[in-house]
T-cell receptor, first 115, second 117 residues
Framework: AQSVAQPEDQVNVAEGNPLTVKCTYSVSGNPYLFWYVQYPNRGLQFLLKYITGDNLVKGSYGFEAEFNKSQTSFHLKKPSALVSDSALYFC?????????????FGTGTQLKVEL | NAGVMQNPRHLVRRRGQEARLRCSPM?????VYWYRQLPEEGLKFMVY????????ESGMPKERFSAEFPKEGPSILRIQQVVRGDSAAYFC???????????????FGPGTRLTVT
């Protein structure tokens, strides 16, 4: 079975400061990993994905994520946060072996960026 | 290129009625997924379909819920005899066919918010 943990329900950060949203995963094999963002009353928007190769993945809106196999983590980062980054962020995993095409999502982390 | 379209955006049903949720995937996408989001929770996978085929329905409740993706027309998620616990946001996602086995990202629609009174 595959699972995702987002240990923080909410992350607060000042505009201009770096931000990190944490994600750890569990799969039986090797993972495909994704980050999505959800604005109020909207669907999820794709930010970035890790498939293979370089552990540092760059995505939309200046976001990046680092895959760490030994720590089974895929934390989302941004060097300088904007107020407009305030939203709900979801990490998702798909097991390469036997996971089918379904994504398993974490419970989400609410990011609040303040002036 | 229009994104994933879902309708209606909001649906109110009384207990015991039927709810039909529609999803039109992005142009060129042949895979459709349905997810449910309960308040204060993440998205839970329900079903994965390709045209005229249910590929994985491991997340579907055993009773009252069904899904289809016909050769022509949108994908339909059908909930019979709705109960208050069915109140949630239902999201549809689509992805193109991957010829390499490496997954493409899923693109999500705006969701249908079902309220059962």
């Amino acid at each position: 079975a595959q699972s995702v943990a987002q240990p923080e329900d909410q992350v607060n950060v000042a505009e201009g400061n770096p931000l990190t949203v944490k994600c750890t995963y569990s799969v039986s094999g090797n993972p495909y990993l994704f980050w999505y963002v959800q604005y109020p009353n909207r669907g999820l928007q794709f930010l970035l994905k890790y498939i293979t190769g370089d552990n540092l993945v760059k995505g939309s809106y200046g976001f990046e994520a680092e895959f760490n196999k030994s720590q089974t983590s895929f934390h989302l980062k941004k060097p300088s946060a904007l107020v407009s980054d305030s939203a709900l962020y979801f990490c998702a995993v798909r097991d390469r072996a036997g996971g089918g095409n379904k994504l398993t999502f974490g419970t989400g982390t609410q990011l609040k960026v303040e002036l | 290129n229009a994104g994933v379209m879902q309708n209606p955006r909001h649906l109110v049903r009384r207990r015991g009625q039927e709810a039909r949720l529609r999803c039109s995937p992005m142009k060129g996408h042949s895979h459709v997924y349905w997810y449910r989001q309960l308040p204060e929770e993440g998205l839970k996978f329900m079903v994965y379909l390709q045209k005229e085929n249910i590929i994985d329905e491991s997340g579907m409740p055993k009773e009252r819920f069904s899904a289809e993706f016909p050769k022509e027309g949108p994908s339909i998620l059908r909930i019979q005899q709705v109960v208050r616990g069915d109140s949630a946001a239902y999201f549809c996602a689509s992805s193109p066919l991957s010829g390499t086995g490496v997954p493409n990202e899923q693109y999500f629609g705006p969701g249908t918010r079902l309220t059962v009174t």
